[in-house]
C-alpha cells in the first residue's frame, strides 16, 4: 500500500504512499517469534469508514513490492494529497446526483399532483435539461479561475435552488426552479470530474471517474430513497427537495479542505483553439447516446407506476435493489478500463447492457428485476472508459469548455429523446418499442467510440495534449 524506508533496524516510515502517518515496528522474540505493529492514518474524508475495514486486512496482509494492488484500490499507488482529493471530489459529485436526480425522481408525482399528463412531464423533462446552458459560464469560469473556487461556489448553490422547488406553486415554475437547479448540480459533476481526471496518475484516471460516478450513485440513491416521502400525501414529493439542504455540510468540507489541482496551478496555455475533430467525435457520441439514456432513466418510473402498478416506496425498492449491486460494475469497469483499454470495454459492455435495459422495459415480474440489474451492472463497466474521454481529449486550458460543450450536447439530446418518447407514448406506443427504437443511438455511438476514439489508457494528459506542460 505504500513505499517504505528504514529508520532503524527494526522500523519503518513511508516513504511514499496514502497515508498522512506511517510507522511499521519488526520485533523479533527468542524463541524466533516475528511480531508486527503497524500503526498508520489514512484521511479520506467523509468515507473514511468504507476503507477502514479493506485497509486493515490490505496491511495485515502485506504484499511484497511489485505486486498489483488490491482489487478495490487504483491501480497506481496514490499519495496522501491524492486520497484526500479524490475523496472529497466524490461527495462533491454524491450532492451533484442528488441535484441531476431529483427532479427526474419525483417529476411523475408532481405531475400527478399538478395534474399534468405524460407529455406535459415529457416537456418539463426536457425544458429542465435544456437549462444546461446554465451550466456553460461555470465550465468557462473553471478554465479561468480553476477547479477549487468553482466547485466551492457550486457547492453552495446546488442545494439551496433544489431546495425552491419545495415551495413551486404549480409544475411548471417547478420546471423553472429545477431549470437552474439541476444544471448547477451538472456543472458541479463536470468540474469535480476535471479535477480528478487532473490530479490522478495516468493508470488510475478511469478509476477515479469510476470512484466518482460510484459516489454519484449514492447521492442518486438517496434522491430515489427519498420517494418514499411522496406516499407521505398529495404534496409529499415536496419533502425531497427540502431534504437538498442536507448537502450544506460538503460545501463547509470542500472549502476547508480540498486543493486545486496540479495541472491548473501549473503554467499552461490559456483557452487554447479546440481540436475540432475530437470535439465532434465526443459530442456526437454524447449525442447519440443519451437519446436512449436519458429517456430510459426519466420514464423508468412512469412504467414502474403506470404499467406495473408500483408505489412511491416500490419505485424506490426497486431502484435501490437493482441500481445499488449494479454500482459495483463502475469499481469493475473502472479498473478495467485503465488495465484493458477504453475501447475494447466500451464494445463489450455498452450493447449487451443496452439489451438489458430494453429487456426490462419489456418483461414483468424477476426477469425484470434481473434485467434491469445486469443492464445497469453492464453500463456501469462501460461507464467510465466514456466518461473519461471527455477529460483526456483537451488540455488544461480549455478542459472545462470542452466538457461544457460535451455536456450540454448530451443534455439536449436526451431532452429530445424525451419528447419523442412522451409524444410516442400518448400515441399509444409501448415502453418497450419507443426504448428499442431509441436504443438505435446507443449503437451508433459505440460504434463511433470504438472504431474512431484513440486508446487512451496508460498515457499521461501532456502525451495526449502535446501543447500543454509536463507536471512534476
Given at each position: 500500500?505504500?513505499?517504505?524506508?528504514?529508520?532503524?533496524?527494526?522500523?519503518?516510515?513511508?516513504?511514499?504512499?496514502?497515508?498522512?502517518?506511517?510507522?511499521?515496528d519488526v520485533a523479533v522474540a527468542a524463541?524466533?517469534?516475528?511480531?508486527?505493529?503497524?500503526?498508520?492514518?489514512?484521511?479520506?474524508?467523509?468515507?473514511?469508514?468504507?476503507?477502514?475495514?479493506?485497509?486493515?486486512?490490505?496491511?495485515?496482509?502485506?504484499?511484497?513490492?511489485?505486486?498489483?494492488?488490491?482489487?478495490?484500490?487504483?491501480?497506481?499507488?496514490?499519495?496522501?494529497?491524492?486520497?484526500?482529493?479524490?475523496?472529497?471530489?466524490?461527495?462533491?459529485?454524491?450532492?451533484?446526483?442528488?441535484?441531476?436526480?431529483?427532479?427526474?425522481?419525483?417529476?411523475?408525482?408532481?405531475?400527478?399532483?399538478?395534474?399534468?399528463?405524460?407529455?406535459?412531464?415529457?416537456?418539463?423533462?426536457?425544458?429542465?435539461?435544456?437549462?444546461?446552458?446554465?451550466?456553460?459560464?461555470?465550465?468557462?469560469?473553471?478554465?479561468?479561475?480553476?477547479?477549487?473556487?468553482?466547485?466551492?461556489?457550486l457547492a453552495w448553490l446546488t442545494p439551496?435552488?433544489?431546495?425552491?422547488?419545495?415551495?413551486?406553486?404549480?409544475?411548471?415554475?417547478?420546471?423553472?426552479?429545477?431549470?437552474?437547479?439541476?444544471?448547477?448540480?451538472?456543472?458541479?459533476?463536470?468540474?469535480?470530474?476535471?479535477?480528478?481526471?487532473?490530479?490522478?496518475?495516468?493508470?488510475?484516471?478511469?478509476?477515479?471517474?469510476?470512484?466518482?460516478?460510484?459516489?454519484?450513485?449514492?447521492?442518486?440513491?438517496?434522491?430515489?430513497?427519498?420517494?418514499?416521502?411522496?406516499?407521505?400525501?398529495?404534496?409529499?414529493?415536496?419533502?425531497?427537495?427540502?431534504?437538498?439542504?442536507?448537502?450544506?455540510?460538503?460545501?463547509?468540507?470542500?472549502?476547508?479542505?480540498?486543493?486545486?489541482?496540479?495541472?491548473?496551478?501549473?503554467?499552461?496555455?490559456?483557452?487554447?483553439?479546440?481540436?475540432?475533430?475530437?470535439?465532434?467525435?465526443?459530442?456526437?457520441?454524447?449525442?447519440?447516446?443519451?437519446?436512449?439514456?436519458?429517456?430510459?432513466?426519466?420514464?423508468?418510473?412512469?412504467?414502474?407506476?403506470?404499467?406495473?402498478?408500483?408505489?412511491?416506496?416500490?419505485?424506490?425498492?426497486?431502484?435501490?435493489?437493482?441500481?445499488?449491486?449494479?454500482?459495483?460494475?463502475?469499481?469493475?469497469?473502472?479498473?478495467?478500463?485503465?488495465?484493458?483499454?477504453?475501447?475494447?470495454?466500451?464494445?463489450l459492455c455498452s450493447p449487451a447492457s443496452?439489451?438489458?435495459?430494453?429487456?426490462?422495459?419489456?418483461?414483468?415480474?424477476?426477469?425484470?428485476?434481473?434485467?434491469?440489474?445486469?443492464?445497469?451492472?453492464?453500463?456501469?463497466?462501460?461507464?467510465?472508459?466514456?466518461?473519461?474521454?471527455?477529460?483526456?481529449?483537451?488540455?488544461?486550458?480549455?478542459?472545462?469548455?470542452?466538457?461544457?460543450?460535451?455536456?450540454?450536447?448530451?443534455?439536449?439530446?436526451?431532452?429530445?429523446?424525451?419528447?419523442?418518447?412522451?409524444?410516442?407514448?400518448?400515441?399509444?406506443?409501448?415502453?418497450?418499442?419507443?426504448?428499442?427504437?431509441?436504443?438505435?443511438?446507443?449503437?451508433?455511438?459505440?460504434?463511433?467510440?470504438?472504431?474512431?476514439?484513440?486508446?487512451?489508457?496508460?498515457?499521461?494528459?501532456?502525451?495526449?495534449?502535446?501543447?500543454?506542460?509536463?507536471?512534476?
Amino acid at each position: 500500500m505504500c513505499d517504505e524506508r528504514a529508520i532503524g533496524d527494526t522500523v519503518f516510515e513511508q516513504e511514499s504512499g496514502p497515508f498522512t502517518s506511517y510507522r511499521r515496528d519488526v520485533a523479533v522474540a527468542a524463541d524466533g517469534t516475528v511480531r508486527e505493529t503497524t500503526q498508520y492514518r489514512l484521511s479520506v474524508p467523509w468515507f473514511g469508514w468504507v476503507f477502514a475495514l479493506p485497509m486493515r486486512h490490505a496491511l495485515r496482509n502485506r504484499r511484497s513490492a511489485g505486486t498489483p494492488q488490491p482489487w478495490w484500490s487504483p491501480p497506481d499507488r496514490l499519495n496522501e494529497r491524492q486520497v484526500r482529493t479524490l475523496a472529497l471530489l466524490a461527495i462533491a459529485s454524491s450532492a451533484a446526483a442528488f441535484a441531476n436526480t431529483l427532479f427526474t425522481q419525483t417529476a411523475n408525482f408532481a405531475a400527478d399532483s399538478f395534474g399534468v399528463d405524460d407529455q406535459g412531464q415529457g416537456y418539463g423533462g426536457a425544458a429542465v435539461r435544456i437549462g444546461v446552458l446554465v451550466a456553460m459560464p461555470f465550465a468557462l469560469l473553471a478554465d479561468r479561475v480553476g477547479r477549487r473556487r468553482t466547485i466551492i461556489l457550486l457547492a453552495w448553490l446546488t442545494p439551496v435552488f433544489c431546495a425552491l422547488g419545495a415551495a413551486a406553486p404549480s409544475f411548471p415554475l417547478l420546471v423553472v426552479s429545477q431549470t437552474i437547479a439541476r444544471p448547477l448540480g451538472i456543472a458541479m459533476a463536470m468540474v469535480a470530474g476535471v479535477a480528478a481526471a487532473e490530479d490522478m496518475p495516468r493508470n488510475s484516471r478511469a478509476f477515479a471517474v469510476s470512484l466518482l460516478a460510484m459516489s454519484a450513485g449514492l447521492g442518486a440513491g438517496i434522491a430515489v430513497g427519498s420517494l418514499r416521502l411522496a406516499d407521505l400525501g398529495e404534496d409529499g414529493w415536496r419533502y425531497s427537495y427540502l431534504l437538498s439542504l442536507m448537502w450544506l455540510p460538503v460545501a463547509v468540507s470542500l472549502a476547508r479542505k480540498l486543493d486545486e489541482t496540479r495541472r491548473f496551478e501549473t503554467s499552461h496555455p490559456v483557452a487554447p483553439a479546440l481540436d475540432r475533430r475530437r470535439l465532434a467525435l465526443i459530442g456526437w457520441v454524447a449525442l447519440a447516446s443519451n437519446l436512449f439514456v436519458a429517456p430510459a432513466s426519466f420514464f423508468q418510473n412512469r412504467y414502474l407506476g403506470d404499467v406495473r402498478g408500483y408505489s412511491g416506496g416500490g419505485i424506490a425498492l426497486f431502484t435501490l435493489a437493482t441500481g445499488t449491486p449494479a454500482s459495483i460494475g463502475l469499481i469493475v469497469g473502472g479498473r478495467m478500463a485503465d488495465v484493458i483499454g477504453r475501447r475494447k470495454l466500451i464494445l463489450l459492455c455498452s450493447p449487451a447492457s443496452t439489451a438489458a435495459i430494453i429487456g426490462a422495459f419489456l418483461i414483468g415480474g424477476p426477469a425484470m428485476w434481473l434485467l434491469a440489474l445486469v443492464g445497469g451492472f453492464l453500463a456501469g463497466m462501460a461507464y467510465p472508459a466514456f466518461a473519461v474521454y471527455r477529460s483526456e481529449m483537451f488540455p488544461t486550458g480549455n478542459r472545462g469548455k470542452a466538457n461544457g460543450i460535451v455536456t450540454a450536447t448530451a443534455l439536449l439530446s436526451g431532452g429530445l429523446g424525451i419528447l419523442v418518447v412522451g409524444y410516442a407514448r400518448d400515441q399509444g406506443v409501448s415502453f418497450g418499442l419507443s426504448m428499442g427504437l431509441m436504443a438505435i443511438g446507443q449503437l451508433v455511438a459505440v460504434y463511433i467510440a470504438y472504431r474512431h476514439y484513440p486508446e487512451t489508457a496508460h498515457l499521461e494528459l501532456e502525451q495526449l495534449n502535446p501543447g500543454d506542460p509536463v507536471v512534476s
